[in-house]
């Protein structure tokens, strides 16, 4: 059973404060977006990928696609107005014959085909799952400027990407968030919203996300000593 991948490259990138969207930017000779596109084609558990990307870079955008995906069928679709309208774009875009979606966001270039298909299978067998990472810092709880807490740290992960489930529950929370007025700030959160169990792929590699300047420095950084290292 084949899996939908959706990347979801639809946002502006505005805090980066560059001209143009963040997933199209040079990273390591190729455009952030390139990394995932290509990482999720050589994904065995991935029948096919979904692009969401904004609308007046959809050319553009489907050129990437057409570049750098190799031997996967794939669309390339506009976005919404938020990550969570965009996503269900690409799920109401996607292969009807694929039961399950596994969603990726294109500014996390770094992850790998074998961890995409680790979690494809996770979902095939328990319904939905995410990457996830440990927390390693101690996280506090803060109103008006002042600690209220510590929080257990042992209890706490910070979720990645990609996030898979069965595209009928996603589409049933995306229903129910809609006529509740919520607003998820990942599929996970619809996922917990429906009543859904999601369970946890604990990583240790790298699948951070470039949000700020100092991110897609570092990026370029690990990059660059990658490449170092293949010398």
Not at 1 to 6: R, T
Not at 8 to 27: C, D, I, N, S, V
Not at 202 to 221: P, V
Request: aromatic letters at 6%; charged letters at 25%; proline letters at 3%.
């Amino acid at each position: 059973m084949a899996v939908s991948a959706i990347i979801a490259a639809g946002g502006a990138g505005t805090r980066l404060g560059y001209q143009e969207p963040k997933q199209f930017l040079e990273l390591g000779g190729k455009p952030i977006i390139a990394w995932s596109v290509e990482a999720f084609s050589q994904a065995s558990e991935i029948g096919e990928i979904v692009v969401v990307a904004p609308l007046e870079h959809l050319d553009r955008a489907k050129g990437y696609v057409e570049t750098y995906c190799h031997s996967k069928p794939f669309k390339v679709v506009a976005g919404g107005g938020t990550r969570q309208e965009s996503v269900r774009n690409g799920l109401a875009a996607s292969a009807k014959d694929m039961e399950l979606v596994a969603v990726h966001d294109a500014a996390r270039p770094f992850i790998t085909s074998d961890e995409i298909d680790a979690i494809c299978l996770m979902a095939k067998e328990l319904g939905a799952a995410i990457v996830a990472k440990k927390v390693d810092d101690t996280i506090k709880e803060v109103q008006d400027g002042i600690v209220t807490r510590t929080l257990d740290r042992s209890k706490l992960v910070a979720a990645l990407t990609p996030q898979a489930c069965r595209k009928e529950d996603l589409s049933k929370a995306y229903e129910k968030a809609m006529a509740g007025g919520f607003v998820g700030t990942d599929e996970a959160s619809l996922l917990e919203y429906l009543g859904i169990n999601v369970v946890v792929h604990l990583s240790n590699s790298i699948n951070f996300k470039i949000t700020t300047e100092a991110d897609l420095k570092m990026a370029r950084a690990l990059v660059s000593y990658l490449d170092a290292q293949k010398k």
